[in-house]
């Protein structure tokens, strides 16, 4: 037995690199929550979470996890408890920022799944905009404001970190939400300031994401009129998905020298370096964003069975995700080939440690070159399977946010909502009934489609 000890440690190794990519929502899950979504099942996608929680997110993903749970409370109309999750997350998130910002290009976002998951910028200030979200629907327009204002502190802050070149620098919907809700506070150049950043976020966006900018245009109102906002929450989300590319060796190499990885510092891959392993491919895995199909593209509000107007695109949550993930993929595959080169090299070392054992086997040259092979080809083949890109995300997201605003005369209405596919065809659609319209004052409706 003590021949095949060092084969033994070789695998052992091997499964420290498997037990490194683990550890992060699976792509089924995230399919089981946008189903449960799709069905507007909202205490089953609750429980399913709460199940879940140790399983399949763990204590390394808390962030999501209060993410999706928070979500999922605000479509059930639970909006004490989701501000209550969100507010979890958003302390975690707190807590994992650091001055980082500036370098990596983002909000810090790890992109080894064994780290804990800090969120993406977009998913930071979204956080807050769902927040400020549940105190409009309790009824609480203070509160409301103070998640306003913490949402523009951190733009603001990350548009100074970033520099106006990122990708995901504003967020224009939050800006235009706050405009909304300082002026239902009579805070009028709070509104106005509000207003304009988010009219500059948007022309941002036209070019950036392809979303149009946004006009609500209405006549001039002489009358006591109020205001229904609808806000439309349309489809899902953007899955992560790990895509593996092969480098050869004496590319790899430079780049892990030069990127000052800390892992590099070992003395075991200090001498791995000095023997050099030329002419082999290193397995390098990195994220890509997927889109599940959607059917419902748009939405039309109709006011006591009369159409008044159609929802307009606020946020391609689909459009942001992929372009800031877009934006830093250089710096995301240099870091994955230095992480895959450590890996090589640590199995190189294993399996050559392991060869001097064969070499004292029983049993002649074809058993000592086969459990050479075998160990080699263990230590290589775990190492290049274990390379997992960091695919974690806010899962319950939409992939749109849409609104319509409609001036309606005080008093109870019914406003229904059309879904409609991208060929204008009615998909589904249901009824707010006996809305109170008060005048020169908004009322906020929302709803989620998924299918």
């Known amino acids: 037995m003590r ?66 749970k ?29 001055t980082s910002v500036s370098k990596a290009g983002a909000m810090l976002v790890i992109n080894d799944a064994t780290m804990d998951y800090a969120g993406e910028p977009f998913e930071r200030a979204l956080t807050n905009v769902f927040r400020a979200l549940n105190y409009v629907f309790l009824k609480k327009p203070d509160e409301a404001l103070v998640e306003s204002r913490k949402v523009e502190r951190f733009l603001t802050e990350l548009g100074d970190k970033v520099g106006s070149k990122a990708a995901y620098k504003d967020d224009a919907f939050a800006r235009y939400l706050d405009a909304l809700l300082y002026a239902d506070a009579g805070k009028k150049d709070d509104a106005r300031i509000s207003y304009q950043a988010a009219q500059t976020a948007y022309a941002d966006y036209a070019t950036a994401y392809g979303t149009p900018v946004p006009h609500f245009e209405f006549p001039t109102d002489k009358k006591k009129r109020g205001e229904v906002v609808f806000i439309h929450y349309n489809g899902i989300a953007p899955r992560k998905i790990t895509k593996t590319f092969q480098i050869a060796w004496n590319q790899a190499l430079p780049l892990m ?3 000052g990885d800390a892992e590099a510092d070992d003395a075991r891959v200090k001498n791995a370096l000095t023997a050099g392993f030329m002419g082999s491919a290193v397995t390098v895995a990195f994220p890509a964003y997927t889109q599940d199909p959607y059917t419902i593209t748009s939405s039309e509000i109709l006011v006591d069975n009369l159409p008044v107007a159609s929802t307009v695109l606020m946020e391609d949550v689909s459009s942001i995700a992929a372009k800031t993930l877009e934006a830093r993929m250089g710096a995301i595959k240099t870091r994955a080939i230095v992480r895959a080169t450590v890996k090589y090299i640590l199995a190189e070392t294993a399996s050559k440690a392991a060869a001097k054992g064969c070499d004292q086997m029983p ?62 065809v009615m998909i589904s659609s249901e009824t707010f009934s006996g809305v109170l319209i008060a005048a020169h004052q908004r009322t906020y409706l929302s709803a989620r489609t998924a299918q």
Not at 382 to 407: C, F, H, N
Request: glycine share 8%; net charge positive.
């Open 3 to 68: 021949y095949l000890q060092p084969v033994v440690y070789t695998v052992l190794a091997a499964a420290a690199f498997v037990a490194s990519g683990c550890g992060s929502p699976s792509s089924v899950s995230k399919r089981t929550v946008n189903g449960f979504l799709a069905q507007r099942q909202y205490a089953q996608a609750e429980d399913y979470l709460d199940k879940g929680k140790e399983t399949e997110y763990g204590k390394r993903n808390m962030v999501l996890y209060y993410l999706d």
């Open 70 to 98: 928070g979500l999922v409370q605000h479509h059930a109309g639970k909006f004490k408890e989701s501000d209550a999750s969100l507010d979890l997350a958003e302390q975690r998130m707190d807590a994992l920022y650091t």
């Open 363 to 424: 049993g002649g040259y074809f058993a000592v070159q086969a459990c050479k092979m075998a160990s080699r080809g263990i230590a290589h083949g775990v190492a290049a399977a274990s390379e997992y890109a960091d695919t974690r995300g806010w899962a319950a997201l939409p992939a749109q946010i849409r609104m319509a605003r409609v001036k309606l005369e005080p008093g109870s209405h019914d406003v229904s909502i059309h879904y409609k596919n991208s060929a204008g």
């Open 257 to 259: 020298q030069k990127s």
